[in-house]
């Protein structure tokens, strides 16, 4: 059952060949085989039969959707009211949401079952999930090596099938890296298609939640679920949602792809570069057409982003203060050593290097220097998108410069943690959708192909992964031991 | 540009944050790593470039002003550290 896809799930819940109950107890039961990856924060049990129950009472009356009755799981990012909310972090180790998040609501609209709440970097900061106060989850596909992150525990469930499809958040390629480093398909959407409302916030412009699963198809399915406006997003935009479902199949002939030199160049592994050659070649035997272009800002991506991500975290993060929610410290002698020392003991290490560089890039006689500037080079790097996608209709690339790396490699270097990011910050920076499509491996690991489309175009995005998958089965292999 | 030891604790007391002492020096050296990835920006001219705060640069939406939220005092109190009679304690403020 674990290997299905949503589309034939749902048939075999409406076929009665299984109830959602069956279904979910038999991810409940894979998921505690499998506790050593660590991709669980929290197991929701019993709440998850007790959805399951309702599903199967909906799915009898013939008020079913799609995802009425299937297993899924949340990042620990998203709120959900009477469940414990980590987002990672000792911070809210004792964190009982009040309310639940948009998406978390959605999907409970649509009757999907929620199996619990997904392992992440601490605030979504970090590339590997080894800055989770929970500990560091394992890829299933050699679990000496990292998930990739901040959506880590989310790639590793979908990729060893301990949930049929979860949610991820997005602020600098925390759903692409970690589904290319899985061998899942993560689509991050346009910045504003997905409500943030309820989603903790790590850098507020960059931010934006999205599907992880097994296929474009099943993306498609849960990104219909998550997206719309949302009047309690402030940023949220308002403009209709397509049927995702409904062009998945369309044509690619004439499809223009473009390959950015900037993405091709030094960095980037020979195999993983080979792999990228092949897919491109598949997508030529479609019909597409692909033209070398040129971005000459993407370079400046990972500095922008380096002021704007921990100046905009340091502020959101000052809210976490010991007073009204989450951890507070013994014994504070004063207000001072309240704020300080709770927020000293509730923060992990990498959080702790951001709001600092966050914070000195707003302060007094600084402002100008990085953060302005920082803003300025963010409009350059968005031009740069605006002009190659008025040429092209998709811009294709690696996600990332290499395959998994092992665990505790670069977690004591941080400068070159960031640099794992190269090819995806862009992205945020731009506010453009982008994919991450498992295209092939290298020694057994999986290597992911991203394709970035111009705002709003999920819909086409989908349908270009999708038809690659038609023609491959990378998405469907399934790590050893995990079948 | 490099930073100093006391840039760090200046930087910490400014956002509230308590580090140990024998973290101070690494976040020394890795905000000035940080900081030297930055330079890489200034070999750009901004100047007649207009700041992106935003991808859609858009503003702020407005809506009537009338009240929408219920009260939830007594659920959000449930979760927190200290409470007395619908109020957050800290410790005293004015002696």
């Known amino acids: ?483 | 540009m490099s930073l100093t030891a006391d840039d760090v604790k200046k930087i910490a007391h400014l956002a509230r944050l308590g580090i140990d002492s024998q973290d101070v020096e690494s976040y020394a050296k890795d905000l000035s790593g940080m900081l030297d990835l930055m330079t890489q920006m200034n070999d750009i001219d901004t100047d007649r470039v207009i700041p992106m705060a935003h991808p859609m640069d858009q503003v702020q939406r407005l809506r009537p002003d009338v009240v929408t939220e219920q009260d939830n005092r007594e659920k959000f109190q449930a979760i927190a550290p200290q409470v007395e009679a619908g109020l957050y304690l800290v410790p005293k403020v004015i002696e």
């Open chain 1, 1 to 483: 059952m674990h290997n299905k896809t949503i589309a034939d799930l749902a048939k075999g819940l409406r076929s009665g060949e299984f109830s959602s109950v069956e279904l979910t107890q038999s991810f409940l039961d894979r998921i505690k085989q499998h506790s050593s990856l660590n991709s669980y924060i929290t197991v929701t049990e019993d709440l998850a039969l007790q959805e399951a129950m309702a599903a199967d009472g909906r799915l009898a009356k013939g008020d079913a959707e799609l995802l009425t009755g299937i297993p899924m799981a949340q990042k620990d990012i998203f709120c959900t009211q009477g469940v414990k909310t980590t987002c990672g972090s000792k911070m809210l180790d004792n964190f009982i949401a009040p309310y639940d998040a948009t998406v978390v609501e959605k999907f409970n609209n649509a009757g999907a079952v929620m199996l619990g709440k997904l392992n992440m970097d601490e605030f979504a900061m970090g590339s590997s999930n080894e800055t989770s106060y929970f500990g560091v989850v394992k890829n299933p596909w050699d679990t000496n090596t990292v998930p990739g992150g901040s959506s880590g525990g989310s790639a590793a469930a979908v990729a060893a099938r301990l949930a049929v499809c979860a949610t991820g958040t997005d602020t600098g390629g925390s759903i692409r890296q970690p589904a290319a480093l899985c061998g899942i398909t993560g689509l991050k959407p346009t910045y504003g298609r997905v409500s943030r409302y309820g989603m903790i916030a790590y850098a507020s412009s960059l931010d934006q939640g999205g599907p992880m699963a097994r296929s474009a198809e099943d993306a498609a399915i849960m990104l219909q679920t998550m997206a719309g406006f949302d009047e309690k997003d402030s940023t949220s935009v308002d403009q209709p949602v397509p049927d995702y479902l409904a062009g998945l199949n369309n044509d690619l002939e004439g499809l223009k792809i473009g390959l950015p030199k900037e993405f091709f160049g030094e960095g980037l592994n020979s195999d993983v570069a080979a792999i990228l050659d092949a897919a491109i070649n598949e997508y030529r035997k479609l019909g597409a057409e692909v033209k070398e272009i040129s971005m000459p800002n993407l370079k400046l991506a990972i500095p922008a982003y380096y002021v704007i991500a921990p100046a905009e975290c340091s502020a959101n993060l000052s809210r976490f203060d010991g007073v009204r929610y989450g951890y507070r410290c013994e014994n504070p002698a004063d207000l001072t050593d309240l704020y300080t020392r709770s927020r000293g003991e509730g923060f992990g290490k990498e959080v702790k290097r951001r709001i600092l560089m966050g914070t000195y890039a707003l302060s007094a006689g600084y402002y100008d220097a990085y953060y302005l500037k920082a803003q300025k080079v963010r409009r350059l790097i968005s031009e740069d998108f605006k002009n190659a996608l008025s040429e092209v209709d998709v811009i294709m690339g690696p996600v990332t410069p290499g395959t998994a790396f092992g665990i505790g490699e670069k977690i004591g270097n941080p400068i070159e943690m960031y640099l794992s990011d190269i090819y995806t910050i862009a992205i945020n920076l731009a506010g453009v959708p982008a994919m991450s499509v498992p295209a092939g491996f290298v020694d057994c690991k999986p290597v992911g192909l991203q394709i970035i489309g111009n705002y709003f175009a999920e819909d086409r995005l989908l349908n270009i992964a999708h038809r690659y998958q038609q023609v491959t089965d990378w998405h469907q292999q399934t790590p050893k031991g995990f079948e």
